[in-house]
């Protein structure tokens, strides 16, 4: 465990604003550029902890910095597929770019980050160095309240279900980007993990990563997919990030999806830089 204990008492260092109902947060008084001494970053992780996506606006950073501030979380990995170009000197920073003739990768599609790795990340940080305003947008929901609006008997039977995820539709996708061409085997995670900081159960399968239900076949476990992603993303349960250029939005793939809005071609420039922080095998 590594939270501290804060009541609903304001934090000291930070401000952290709400941002819907149920996940997201503006997080004040940080600054990215410089050390962040470890109180402050307590109360940061604190307010990720309890809002699951949180914001820092109007950020000036270079690679290093981004790198820093992941790596408070966890170390900063590549992508283990290399779907994303890295930074030449910073190849743990990937860049994500929509530009003329090069329209950049998709994600519109409901996913907790690479959760087809035996030990997925902990989170993913994206910093926004070029956006089109109002085009772009990315919606996270909360997996918390995904499980716990289940009924009794719902929760009791996901509770001892694994699933299969595998990155199969990845290397489907044309054009692939990615370093191979056949999708590593698929793993297995727990149906309903337990957050490490948190000790909060939260659903953990995805329509995207996740193929089927342990010892069900695809076709069976899909309409029980579909229910429960449905169920998270009832538009009670999202929130939706409007991009500014120098946001630093960081989102917690154990415990929220995300989906980027593809409401942009290539003609609407957007320029991200993206760390992962690694995580701890699901349990
Ligand atoms: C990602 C991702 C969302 C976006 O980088 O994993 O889903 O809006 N990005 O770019
Ligand atoms: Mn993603």
């Not at 690679?63 to 900063?76: D, I, N, Q, R």
């Not at 890295?86 to 929509?98: A, K, R, S």
């Not at 980050?113 to 085009?135: C, K, M, N």
């Not at 279900?161 to 054009?175: D, F, G, I, W, Y």
Request: proline share 8%; hydrophobic share 35%.
């Amino acid at each position: 465990m590594d939270t501290a204990v804060w009541n609903e008492t304001e934090f000291m260092h930070i401000t952290a604003r709400p941002l819907s109902g149920t996940l997201g947060a503006e997080i004040g008084g940080v600054d990215l550029s410089r050390p962040i001494e470890d109180q402050v970053f307590a109360e940061v992780r604190e307010a990720f902890h309890r809002h699951l996506v949180i914001v820092m606006r109007g950020q000036r950073i270079e690679p290093e910095h981004l790198v820093t501030f992941t790596e408070k979380f966890g170390s900063a990995e590549p992508h283990p597929l290399g779907s994303r170009r890295g930074l030449g000197d910073h190849p743990n920073v990937m860049v994500l770019e929509n530009k003329p003739g090069k329209p950049g990768p998709r994600n519109d599609f409901w996913h907790s980050d690479i959760s087809f790795d035996d030990v997925p990340p902990l989170g993913s940080i994206l910093y926004a160095i070029e956006v089109t305003e109002g085009r772009a947008d990315t919606m996270f929901c909360n997996m918390y309240e995904a499980y716990e609006g289940l009924s009794a008997g719902l929760k009791s039977v996901l509770d001892g279900m694994t699933a299969q995820h595998s990155a199969e539709k990845l290397v489907q996708e044309v054009p692939n980007r990615l370093s191979v061409d056949v999708s590593p085997p698929s793993v297995t995670h727990p149906v309903v993990r337990t957050h490490p900081g948190t000790g909060r159960k939260a659903l953990y399968v995805n329509p995207h990563y996740t193929l089927n239900f342990t010892g069900w076949t695809p076709e069976e476990s899909r309409p029980l997919l579909d229910m429960l992603t449905a169920r998270a993303t009832r538009p009670e349960n999202v929130f939706r990030h409007h991009w500014r250029a120098g946001d630093v939005l960081m989102w917690d793939n154990r415990c929220a999806m995300h989906y980027a809005v593809r409401d942009y071609d290539d003609t609407m420039p957007r320029l991200m830089y993206r760390t992962t922080a690694a995580g701890d095998r699901p349990y």
